[in-house]
């Protein structure tokens, strides 16, 4: 069963803009949720995350908006550049087990 | 600090064969996760193993399995290889009670 759905599949997006991806998930047994990122030919490097009793958390450019309610979060990337276009992959945790989203391919023009 | 290590990179297997992949994880981390990527079904958990215990498991069939060893080295083998299970393997480690996990850059593996 899918737990964790990703949006949108692919995005293009200026250099300098905001880019957006956002994740919903289904079992309120999770706590913790990490964003991934992932270039070809490599493995995913942890982003930032966070917990759900906090509804934001930035790391430099990267924002993640968390509402535990509507079992929502979302990736903000501000002012996007050509070095961010990766994989992105939202993720849950709970019971010793991670489940990935099913990924966001972004591509930054320069 | 050196980071997660997987072995080999790459492999390329017949229908039929078993593989052992290894893992050796980041010194001090005690938790080491497998992870099956494909492009059709994208990252999905296979198992996490910590102190040599597996701590859960995902919906593969049986032909999926792992072990940790008493340096939290890990293996996962797969037996009775099909074509599907073409695929890049990836292994994750993590610090005992922490969340975040470091991947590997993972095993491309092949099945002919």
């Known amino acids: 069963q899918q737990q964790v759905k990703q949006s949108p599949q692919s995005l293009i997006v200026q250099k300098g803009g905001i880019s957006i991806i956002n994740c919903a998930y289904e079992?309120?047994?999770?706590?913790?949720f990490p964003w991934y990122q992932q270039f070809p030919g490599k493995g995913p490097a942890l982003l930032i995350a966070i917990r759900p009793d906090v509804s934001e958390k930035k790391e430099g450019r990267f924002t993640i908006s968390f509402n535990k309610s509507a079992k929502q979060f979302s990736l903000h990337i501000m002012d996007s550049q050509p070095g961010d276009s990766a994989t992105y992959f939202c993720?849950?945790?709970?019971?010793?087990?991670?489940?990935f989203g099913a990924g966001t391919r972004l591509f930054v023009k320069a | 600090k050196a980071g997660v290590t997987q072995t080999p990179r790459y492999l390329i297997k017949t229908r039929g064969q078993q593989v052992t992949l290894s893992c050796s994880p980041i010194s001090g981390h005690r938790s080491v996760s497998w992870y099956q990527q494909t492009p059709g079904q994208g990252l999905q958990f296979l198992f996490e193993y910590f102190s040599e215990t597996q701590r859960n498991k995902g919906n593969f069939p049986g032909r999926f399995s792992g072990r940790q060893f008493s340096n939290s080295r890990s293996e996962m083998n797969v037996s009775t290889l099909e074509l599907g299970d073409s695929a890049l393997y990836l292994c994750?480690?993590?610090?005992?009670?922490?969340?975040?996990?470091?991947f590997g850059p993972g095993t491309r593996l092949t099945v002919t």
């Open positions: 994750a480690s993590r610090k005992d009670s922490t969340y975040e996990q470091y």
């Open positions: 079992n309120t047994a999770f706590d913790y």
């Open positions: 993720a849950v945790r709970g019971g010793f087990k991670t489940i």
